[in-house]
Every structure is written in C-alpha cells, then in structure tokens.
C-alpha cells in the first residue's frame, strides 16, 4: 500500500521506505510498510501503543535492521547498519529517553562523537561557535558550560535537538517528545520544529497524542497493529478521522457497559503531594474518593503522577504530605504503609509495568500466582508445592490462561496470558478496592475484551477500582467517573458519561482547570 | 536468553564448561611439559586411594560450606566475596568459646557454644555488609572485600598478642582441651566397630550435609526461600509483593556468612584444635567456585564440593610425584571454572541451542 | 631539628615507593571502571605481571624484556576479561574472581615449570633491575639546608617507575578528561546508549579502556619484582591490588583525590612498622596490625556514606545490550 490519499508528491520525499518488515520473536512491529516523507514538513506517525510507530523510527535511525524492505533518504538507496550511517545521511533522533550524560556539559554532550580533533580543547573553540550559531539561528537558547543534571526536561530535551542538529540532521525524528513535557514546554518545542522545518529541514514526530498533531504537522502516518493504515495532510482531516484510523473502529462507539447505584466511600485521599527525588512532576495536593462497586478513572498523558499516585496508594512511595483513610485507616507521613500492609487492608494492585514488577519472570507460573499474597503459597512460614498449584490452577480456570500449565516460567507466556496471570492473582482476593495500571498495555484485541468483562464484572460485586490508562478510549468505555491528571495535579474529575474526547484531551494539556466535578 | 530445556541448563551445561576448564588446564600441563594423562592419574589416585578417601571428604566439607554460603547469596543476587573472612571470623568465634569456657564448663556444652560462635561470627562479619548495602547503598562486593582484609588485619592482631599460645614466637592460639573437639570420623568408625584410615575427617562432613538439606529446605520449601529468590530474579516485583527487601537482604547475608563460618568448624574444631593465621587458605574464594559449577543449587554443590575435594587432596599428591607440577594447578583448574561456569557460562549456549533444535526439528 | 626533616623524608620517600604500584593498578581501575567495566581483578594483572617481569627478565638478563613481558602478560588477562565481559557480556565481579585466582596458579605453576625453585624466580642481580636514577645536580644541591636532603633523598633517586607513576595520574587525568577518547569513555561508563546512538561502538571503547588498564598493572607488576624486589615471590602482590581498587573508591573515581588515596594508603604502610613498640600516650602500644587495616576501614566507612558519599559511574558493572528486544 503507498502513501496514499494526497500525503503529497513523493518526488521530494526526504525519507521513502517501501516494503519495511521487522520481527520480534513473535511480533510483527512492522508489517510491509511503505512511507513517503516529504522534506521541509512537519510529518507525524501516530498510532496506539505498540503500533509500531518507535520502530519504524528505529529503522531510519539505524538502530534496527530491518528483515525485509528498502529505505531511501534524500532519494539515494540507503543502508543503514547503525546509528552512525543514518547521522552520515541527515538523520538525527530524539529518542523518548534522552541519551544525555548527566555528568556532561551540554558542550559536552551535543559534540559526543564529533569532537573534531583527538585533543579536546582544540576543536573547543569552534564547537562553542557552532553550538552558539545554531542555537541563535533556531530560537534554541542554551548555557553550553551548564550540567545537563542540573537542567529541567525541557531543557534537557532542547540539548537534544541540538545535539541532532550540529550533527547537520536535515531529518529529525522525535519519539514520543511531549510525554514529560508541560503544556507550556511542548508549545515552545512545537515552536522550535516549526524554525527547524523554516530552515530547510524535516521533521518526523512520533506521537499517540492527535492533538499535538493537529497542532504542528504538515500531513501525518496513521499505524496500526505494525501496519500503515493511511495517511492524510492535516488541513483536510479532523481528530475524529485519525482516531477511528488509529484504532480502527468508530469511537464513540464504545458503549457504557453499566452504571451503578451510588454506595459508601471505600478509600479517601486528601492533599497527597509527593516529591521524587529526580525532579519529575511527582504529586501535587491530590485529593480524591473512591466509592465501593465504582470505576475511577484516571485520564493523562503519560508521566503526569499516574504512577506516582499509584505508587502511594500502594503503599511503595511514602506518604509526604496530605494522608489516605483506607479500611479504617489513617496512613500518612506519621504512619506510613507498607505493600504487605495495604494488602493486607485489602488493596490489591495491578502494576503498569508487569514485567519489572508484576511478575517475577523467571518463576513459575504457581509461583507467580502467589507472588505478594504469601499466604496462598503455603502453611506458616512454609510454601507447598500444592498449594502454589492449586491456586495457580484456579487463576489458570479463571481467566483462560494459556497454556495451563501452572510450572512453566513466566517467561514462556504470552503478553497477554502473563497480564492475564497477574489480573487474576489480584482479582481472585475480591479486594476492596483494586489499582488498575494500563490493564490491557501490550495485549492482544482478544484479550483487552476478556480484560474489561473481568474488570467490570469485579466493579459489579463492589470492589471499588482506580483505572489509570493512558488509552482514553479504555477508561471512556469503563470508568464512571473520570479523573484527569496534569503535572501531577487534579485538574478536574468529570462523570464518563457527560465526557467528550475533547473535553478530556484540552483537561489532559492542563487546560480547563477547574472543570465541573 | 535463548530459552533451553530445564534438564540441559542444569545437567549439561555445567558438565561443558567442566570440560572446558580441565581442557584448558590440560593445555597448561602439557605447555609445562607434562603428560596430562599421567596428572590426572596422579590427581585421582591421590584424592580416591582408600587412605587418602578421608582427606578428599576433608576438605570436600569445607568446600561445601563455603560453595553454601556463596549459593545462598548469589540465589539473591549478592555477591558475598566476603566468605573468607567470614570463616576467619567463624574461626575465632570457635576459639573465644574453647578459651575461655573450656575449664568453666562440661565438653559438650563448650563445643555446642563453640558451633554457635563460628555461626554467629560469621553471619555477623556479613550481615555488615549486608546491612550497608541495604541501607546505606555500598555494593555488597566491595566491603566484603574489605571486610576479607578487616579480618585478616584483626586475626593477625588478636594471633600475635591478646590470644597467642604463651611462650610461643608463632602466630596461633594454643591447643583446646581434649574435650572440647568434633571426633574424627575414623574414631566413630572404630567405636562403632570398622576401621577406616586416619584422617582428618570429622563430624563436621555430617554437619555438612545437613547444612545442605536445610539450604535447600530453606530456598524451596519456605517462604523465606521464596522471598530471597523472588529478590534475586526481580527485585522491583519482590518490593510490589510486600517483601521487606532490605531486612530479607541482611539476612541472607547473615545466613551466607553463618555458613562460611562453619567452614571453621571442619578446620578449627574438628582437624586443628587450635586457632592458626590464615587456617581459610583461600576457600572461601573455591566456595565461588564451587557454587558457580554446582549451578546455586545444594546437590550440585555436593557434587561440586566432591569434586573439588578431590582435586585438593590430588593435588597435593602432585607435589611428590612432579617436579614441575605442583598443587597450584588447581587453584588454575579453580580459576578456569569460574571462568567457565560464571562469566562465559553461556557463551556456547546460542551454539548448543542451535545444535540441540536441529537435532529436534519439532521443537522448531 | 635537621634529624626530624631526614626522619620526615625517610617516610615519604618510603610512601612514594609503597605508594608506586598502588598508583599505577589505581589508575588502571580508573580508566576501566570509567568505561563501566568493574576491575576486582587488578590484583591477579598485577601478580601475573610481577611474575612475567622477574621471569623474562632472568631469563635475558634485561629489565626491559621483563617490563615488556609484564605488560604482555597482564593484557592477556585484561583480554579475558574483556572478551568474558564485553563480548559475552559476563558477570564482571565473577570474572575479577576468576582472574585472581587464575593468577595466583598460574604464577606458581609456570615458576616452578621453568626455575624449580619453590614458586619463586631466581633473586635478580644488580644489573637485572631498574636502578635508582639520580636526578642532575643532587650532589651540589645536596648542602643546601632543608631543600638540599628533600631534593637528594626524597625526589632523587628513585627508580624510573616510580616517576611513572606519579607521571601516570596527570596522563590518565588528560587522556580521559581533554581528549575525545577520554570523553567517550566516560560516557560509555555513564551512559552507554548516548555513546552507541552517536554512532560509537562501546565495546570497542571499553576494551581499549580493560587494554590501558592491563598495561598499568603490568607496569606496577614490573616495578613489584624487578624495582622495588629484585625476583618474584609467590603472592608477592599481598593485597596492593585490592589496596588499589580500595583508593580507587576512597577517591571517588577521580585522579587527583585517587593519587592522594595511594599516598595516604602508603604512607599508613611506610609508618606502621615504624611504630611497632611504640606507646603511644593514652592509647599504649600501637596495633600495628590495626593500622594496616586503616585504609580498608576507611573505605568503607566512605562507601557507608558517613562523610561524603562515593558515585560510582552510573553504568558501571552493566553490560552494554545493543539489541532491545520488542517493540
């Protein structure tokens, strides 16, 4: 399939690739994909999670090879075997983690790989100038002699594009850059691309968020499940177009799967604010409630204190300032919990992360299926063999789990059958109320419907669920109310069923602060 | 990682990286200008001839302490290098106890006191460590290091006046009381009726053997167990299960050094009686070893403890029978098996994947 | 007066020689460990250099042979080290062990294969050894009053190792801080995708930072058997190597605070026979074996966190994975 559906000529595409495959193991990330970049625009590639936007990017930049296809840059043939062939052509990348020294000089790092001469302090001078130049001619103001640790993300993500940049990149790639970013932060980078794009180059910008794409492309890719579903120039699409592209079907669609009646408060927090020590938005004076038999959802770009706030309610992170009432009990910086604690009160969590956290991956699967509820695994201080199997048969009946075969390592499932075994080991208790963290990240379209029967059908005999996702569409069709979080603050909780996509994506950028509860 | 049978991560690929270790020795031996056959004759006629059978369990014992010790650790993933000095410290809890008790109270009671002070010495030389890298954030490798030279500093110190035999210009305690010593397995042997050769083996082997079924009662079959190794493989998962990592943290490394001292037991109660500079002699370091080869698991490092027993006691055999070779050839043979079985385990294992799925198309 | 200058100088002088081998394995860990490479086998290079020295060297009678084989030789273990750590991405802590141990058969094994005498070399004759130098004008500055003996006995007179060690802390802190070598390497140490996502291969910066760690433990070995020894003993690195790393740790990676972890170490070594039989007031008879054991105290009272705290680069001990897996 070409790019189709006038995403321009491709008579001066600055990248074209044609056929692209790559493989994972099991995973096609990439499925016979052909694109036409056009140079001198701002070209977007969204698509969900594992759309296979990020590899695609990691083709071009030379990071991956790719098993099948052919990339052209600048209308030559290329072949990039790393990283330094695609800097040699143009290329350059902003990679969603920054690849920045934090004991380094901006200096220092934007010339890493380029110094010029063997003694550093040779080319110093000249490098200084450029760096300058560069910056003054793109609207990139920087202290070149600052520590990158000393610098906040936006900065950091400034040191970035000039790195790409004094590596002469006509064409920047940026992998999902606005997700650590504040809305005043990400105006100013679309600000700077528009003056990269004004100078001659092109940008490529990989993101989930359509609003950032409707905001600063010239055209845009859609992916879906590693397949280039379409592409359009955005003067002549709408939000709504590319959503149902990006998720291929009508949204909207999604239908209210119940409401219930109101019932008692289940978990209370008050004025929770909590610090990382990295600098990340963390917790700002977060207040919520959490009914029993309801669905809270919590709406956000991701890295705006979603995992932060889950993190604290389970009791990983301690208490700063503010406190949760929870099963009678007031936790708070006087008396913290601890993750045996909040379990034992009732509170079960499944982790947004299933793989560091989740499950242990080597272990077995019984043994997973006991993992943080010790008391199934055994008598007293003992685990038995029996125990652990006969809990991990009954997750295995629960939810389908494939194969059932409770002593293969975690490791030999599925995606989708080991968030299966975690959602099972936290549902079976019937907590009193249930952190969900992005439940269907990484899993098959089966499965996510299995997923929000389970989730719904747990709601349904009163387990009060918190649903942090950054799939919008997943907390529309599940949630009753909806919680939006900006920089690690409220900005305002809505009922699911007055809530417009629009509505939730201008509350998601910290606008609309304030906005009905 | 390529994902290999069960059966073949355990049973072959150690027996591959043995044979790769003793290839590479062979080359040393043959470059030294002997006939590695004629070694190995050597080396196994000296560890397995009915008299010196006694000696290769001897030191068998202490290789499975201290292998015990670097296993439990490493089924955390901390690496106690510290378990020489822990033995050292195991050692002078033996000593302390049969000093100063050894005329105050009856012979059994000072030899039990006498096993719990090499336990407890030794699991409190690590438990340090184990605390600073759980509360305070210093790598676990390095201050057992340090704490390897602590405790030799100190042992020299304590050897060389407050404890030295009187009168005496060597650095050693002096003898305990006849009453206060593990017997010797060829005295059991005779009171029970057989007679076996003298040797150095004592009740420690026994003590041996059970410390390697309670470690593997402990990692698979307790809750405990199940916590270090939950540490082990996923130390993010461990802290979301509620499992206290840090207080779990010093005490693995507790039991690791308890383990290491009673390597003193073998050395110190049962074959010396008496306290001598440096009685380790680098066991602690064959106890990696030991673990690495006998993949962190009690039986192989049984098999592996065995194993290394017999290269000791052969060995020393060379010493007689060579000119050239000496027993330092094991401790090459030591360093080619960590090689081999640690740091490049897995450096044929994509090679014997491939090999291994070729020969079982379906699997494919 | 003039007395307790001479007496001063004695000691630093035995400082700077004690000192010496310890500089140069320090400096070595410095540039492996800033690469990311973790080296706890610094005192089995070291041995295996000590020991190639002394053999090559009364083999042809030249130091310099044996400084060659020195270098030779403990390059070769950096080499396994590398190949284990960076190529088959091993376990480093486990390697360092292996490497140590490996050494210490080695060295005895091969002695007595080619001298039969106990695991020693032969002792080294005048000539078989790296003499003293003496720096121009010692003896006409020598009457001067108090620079006079500090020029004569404690910056004169040493042997040219012990000049290169004290040369290889300013040259390490060059190379690694005002070259695009040096910039690189640190890098890989902290970050190593940045490194690998500019288009420069890790693996090669990290051996060649294992390959400059090799070399100056091969020099400190030389300078252990045929400068300040005159043959090789079996373990006859006692420790320095560990000492070294010990520095290496207690200067939080960095040259100039590592060169004066070395001296301090040194000197506690120079000083601490000296005070054998000496009461000290208050405390009586100082332990002698004690102060041995300062430095390593000291140490981990640092890596403790009690005063200041020791930052190791952050991607130390962590092997470089290019490919990642998924999506």
Redesign the interface.
Known sequence: MLGDDGAGESSHAAVRLRGITKRFGAVLANDDVDLDIPAGTVHGIVGENGAGKSTLASIVYGLHAPDGGSIEIAGRPAVLRSPGDAIALGVGMVHQHFMLIPTFTVLENVVLGIEGSFRLRSGEADNRARLKDLSLAHGLEIDPDALVDDLPVGLRQRVEILKALFRGTRILILDEPTGVLTPDETDRLFANLRAVCDAGGTVVLITHKLREVMAVCDSVSIMRHGRLVGSRKTSETTPGELAELMVGRKIGQAVRMSESSVRSPVLRVEGLTWRSPGGAPGLQNVSLELRAGEILGVAGVSGNGQSELLDVLSGLSGVQEGHIEFAGRRIDRASPATPAGMRALGLTHVPEDRHRRGLVLPFEARENAVLGRPECAGPGLWTSGTAMQAQAERLIARFDIRPPEPRLPATAFSGGNQQKIVLAREFESEPVVLLLGQPTRGVDIGTVEIVHSRVMALKERGTGILLVSTELDEILALADRIMVMSGGRVVGTVPAADATVRQLGLMMTGAGEGAGA | MT?LPRWFDIGVLPLVNLALALLATAV?VAL??EDPLEVLAVLLQGAFAPSSLGYTLYYATNFIFTGLAAAIAFQARL?N?GAEGQALLGGLGVALACLSLETALPGLIVTLVAIAGAASFGAAWAAVPGW?QAY????V???T???N??A???M??LL??PIMRAGQGSPQTRLFGETVRLPALHDIAHTLGFEVARSPLNLSFVFALLASTAVWVLI???????AL??IG??E?????????VRRVVVAVMAISGALAGCMALNEVLGAQHKLVLNFSA?YG?TG??VA?MGRNHPLGILAAGLLFGALFQGGAELNFEF????H?????????V??FS??????FTPWLARLLLTQRPDHG | MVEVWIDILAVLDGTARLATPLMFCAMAGLVSERSGIVDIGLEGKLLAGAFAAAAFTTLSGSPWAGLAAALASSTVLALVHGFACITHRGEQIISGVAINILALGMTVVVANALFRHGGHTPALGAGERFAPIALPLVETLRALPLVGPLYAELISGHNLLVYAAFMSVPLVWWLLWRTRFGLRLRAAGELPEAVDSVGVSVPALRYRGILIAGLLCGLAGAYLSTAHGAGFVREMSAGKGFLALAALIFGRWKPLPVLFACLLFGLLDTVAPRLQGVDLPLIGPVPVALVSILPYVMTVVLLAGFFGRSIAPRALGRPFVKEHQGP
Request: charged share 10%.
């Open positions: 994902n040393v030294v200008g690496f290098i600073l305070r954030g210093s790598h490798v390095i201050t290091i340090m704490f030279f602590l030799s500093g100190l020299v110190w060389s006046g698979w079959r307790t809750k405990f167990g199940y190794r939950a493989h996923g993010e998962a461990a802290r979301y299960a509620g499992i206290p680098g370091f990696i070893a690495l000119e050239t070779i000496t330092e050839l094991t401790l090459v043979m030591q360093g080619l960590i090689l640690g740091a490049l385990a897995y450096m």
